[in-house]
């Protein structure tokens, strides 16, 4: 089984930074791509950042563009997600998720239904 356990949550003040942390374990992750969505109370998941097994290729969600970095670190199977200059819009849990990558190794993928392994997801409160 694959696991996903997302940290770093918390509250923050309007303009400040926070990174999300997402550890994976399982015998069956090998090179996998991951990306970060997140949900707000009311309404649907929405795509936030994703990257490739490697980390060469990375993709953002507009609203988040210019203040959010993706990155990973494989040797500790870890993926983080840096925000910064948040915005209370920015309110929601976040989650992170996992796709196993047999072939396409540089590329990302930013639909929730392309990625079958998720965490339990994190609370970022964004206070103004």
């Known amino acids: 089984q694959v696991q996903l356990v997302e940290s770093g949550g918390g509250l923050v003040q309007a303009g400040g930074s926070l990174t999300l942390s997402c550890a994976a374990s399982?015998?069956?992750?090998?090179?996998?791509?991951m990306g970060w969505f997140r949900q707000a109370p009311g309404k649907e998941r929405e795509f936030v950042a994703s990257?490739?097994?490697?980390?060469?290729?990375?993709d953002y969600a507009d609203s988040v563009k210019g203040r959010f970095t993706i990155s990973r670190d494989n040797a500790k199977n870890t993926g983080y997600l840096q925000m910064n200059s948040l915005k209370t819009e920015d309110t929601a849990v976040y989650y992170c998720?996992?796709?196993?990558?047999?072939?396409?190794?540089?590329?990302?993928?930013?639909?929730?239904?392309?990625?079958?392994?998720w965490g339990q997801g994190t609370q970022v409160t964004v206070s103004s």
């Open positions: 399982g015998r069956t992750l090998s090179t996998y791509a």
């Open positions: 998720a996992a796709r196993q990558i047999s072939s396409m190794r540089t590329r990302t993928f930013s639909k929730g239904n392309e990625y079958p392994y």
């Open positions: 990257i490739s097994w490697g980390g060469a290729g990375t």
